[in-house]
């Protein structure tokens, strides 16, 4: 099971990894195209993220529960949307950064507990 699991979070890390590249890289790297240019490479890079998503829920499937790997999910997907925020798109660190964590963190608590 820690296999699975294991390796459903490293597919789900690199996903979001592409996931939060297509949805906010293009308000840095694109910023000045056209908004339909930026569509078009967002859906290209997206592409890489669901190549690694379906599998990661698939695998993840065979030891968790749904609602434990959605939320699972949800953490990676903060864990790497807030670095990228900081030192890509320079968004300022505030105190909602941690309280979102903390909400997300008892979420993480009521979906695992049995």
Known sequence: M????LGT????????????YAW???LKFLKGSFWFWAVLISWGIAFFEYML????????ARALSVPQLKIIQEVIA???F????IFVLKQKISMNYL????????????????
């Open 78 to 80: 903060l864990s790497v």
């Open 2 to 5: 820690a296999k699975i699991v």
């Open 99 to 114: 309280w979102a964590c903390l909400c997300v963190l008892g979420a993480v608590f009521f979906v695992f507990r049995d």
């Open 24 to 26: 906010y890289g293009h």
């Open 53 to 60: 998503q379906v599998p990661a829920n698939r695998l993840g």
């Open 9 to 20: 979070v490293f597919l789900l890390i690199c996903s979001n990894a592409f996931m939060t």
């Open 82 to 85: 807030i670095p990228f925020s």
